[in-house]
């Protein structure tokens, strides 16, 4: 006997909720948590060099600790004075010298693979251009391991500040979850918050003015901001 039991529509599976974007105090912990990153590798080989000087059995590696101590020691000091201007107020200026920005900016590059080309026009820069082409700066120099050039610019056009990078070299990467930052997403699950947040707080400081073009060879980072 066949069933003629009235077939009933069935409830429709609940949609997966879509990825929330993080809380200030979210954001302060993953920032402060990428900056102990990039602090702890020099400061550990500073940390290095000073257990060998202490050695009485390593006497003959005191010329080459004191070497590790004070290359990692202008690492971190770079790292340090850069971080203050990308990341914080940097004691409330609210207009910083390019030369002073360029400063800043090589001093990173000193210690990294890639070289980099600094084509800023503008003698001075607000807060907010400024502390973006530093971060664009870290950036460009992550997306390069194997080497490569990143040139950084800036110039006005109108009534427009035309703010950018670009990256090339024979393995331009850049992680999903930077890429993510950069278009303003969340944090792609199972990737590493420390690398996104960078990303996703120079997307909100210029007010995803971005666009982002990325090739196997060729990455273009380009911000518009009203003068």
Known sequence: MSDTSPSWPQPEAPASPAPSLPKAADLAGQLAGRLCHDFISPASAINTGLNLLDDPTAQDMREDAME???????????????????????????????????????????????????????????????????????????????????????????????????????????????????????????????????AYLLHGLVGGRMTVDLTEDWLAVDIRLPV
């Open 68 to 198: 590790l101590i004070a290359g990692s020691a202008r690492k971190l000091m770079a790292l340090l004075e850069f971080s203050r201007a990308a990341f914080g107020t940097s004691a409330g200026a609210e207009s910083f010298d390019s030369r002073d920005l360029e400063t800043l900016a090589q001093g990173v590059y000193a210690h990294v693979r890639p070289e980099l080309e600094w084509d800023v026009e503008p003698q001075s820069l607000d807060k907010i251009p400024a502390r973006a082409l530093l971060n664009l700066a870290q950036i460009g120099a992550g997306s390069l391991a194997t080497g490569g050039k990143a040139r950084l610019f800036a110039r006005k056009e109108d009534e427009t500040l035309h703010v950018g990078l670009e990256a090339s070299g024979p393995r331009v990467r850049l992680k999903p979850e930077i890429e993510a930052g950069l278009r303003g997403q969340p944090l792609p699950e199972g990737c590493m918050a420390g690398h996104w947040v960078q």
